[in-house]
């Protein structure tokens, strides 16, 4: 079974200021997904950015990053230049690849607060 | 497009009475997916739909939850009796259904379940 962990329940960040969020995850899989959805108090989730595992390449989104390290299977994201708009739940997500496969696998969520 | 739909918004119901939840998805999309959000939680799959093909319902927390899908668009989400611990937001997802795993799901707002 896949297990995603978000370890930081709720951080805080200035206007402007970068800030980074936290996502571990276990399985035995070696081609799967990664997502970072953002749900703000609309509740609506929303894709923030996706990974593919064979990439090596980390993705971007303007001013969303991600430090992918396959072999200490973590997942970071990093956002810059933070906007009061990015206030909201960071949820990290998990999928395993192929045509059967299609049950997401969800941390926690982290509760990001922008201060202005 | 429009993206995926859910009404109510909000319901609250009180102990033992059937309640009905609604999804519209994404058109064009034949996946449709229902998660359960409960407080302090992270997302917890439900049921999953494609095309015409028996629904995976392994998610399904008891017998008292039942889905279905009319003509593979509008999807409905049942409970009948209503427990306290069936508090939660429901959120449906949808995607294309052609490429299983790598494929982006994308939220609706979710409905708010209170049960009194």
């Given at each position: 079974a896949q297990t995603v962990t978000q370890s930081q329940p709720e951080m805080s960040v200035q206007e402007a200021e970068t800030v980074t969020l936290s996502c571990t995850y276990d399985t035995s899989e070696n081609n799967y997904y990664l997502f970072w959805y953002k749900q703000p108090p609309s509740r609506q989730m929303i894709l923030v950015i996706r990974q593919e595992a064979y990439k090596q390449q980390n993705a971007t989104e303007n001013r969303f990053s991600v430090n992918f390290q396959k072999a200490a299977k973590s997942f970071s994201l990093k956002i810059s230049d933070s906007q009061l708009g990015d206030t909201a739940m960071y949820f990290c997500a998990f999928i395993i690849s192929g045509a059967g496969s299609y049950q997401l696998t969800f941390g926690k969520g982290t509760k990001l607060s922008v201060i202005p | 497009g429009a993206g995926v739909s859910q009404s109510p918004s909000n319901k609250v119901?009180?102990?033992?009475?059937?309640?009905?939840?609604?999804?519209?998805?994404?058109?064009?999309?034949?996946?449709?997916?229902?998660?359960?959000?409960?407080?302090?939680?992270?997302?917890?799959?439900?049921?999953?739909?494609?095309?015409?093909?028996?629904?995976?319902?392994?998610?399904?927390?008891?017998?008292?939850?039942?889905?279905?899908?009319?003509?593979?668009?509008?999807?409905?989400?049942t409970i009948q009796r209503t427990q306290q611990e069936d508090s939660a937001v429901y959120l449906c997802a949808s995607s294309l259904g052609t490429s299983g795993g790598q494929e982006t799901q994308y939220f609706g707002p979710g409905t708010r379940l209170l049960v009194l």
């Open positions: - | 119901t009180e102990k033992g009475k059937d309640v009905e939840l609604r999804c519209d998805p994404i058109s064009g999309h034949t996946a449709l997916y229902w998660y359960r959000q409960s407080l302090g939680q992270g997302l917890e799959f439900l049921i999953y739909f494609q095309g015409n093909s028996a629904p995976d319902k392994s998610g399904l927390p008891s017998d008292r939850f039942s889905a279905e899908r009319t003509g593979g668009s509008v999807s409905t989400l």
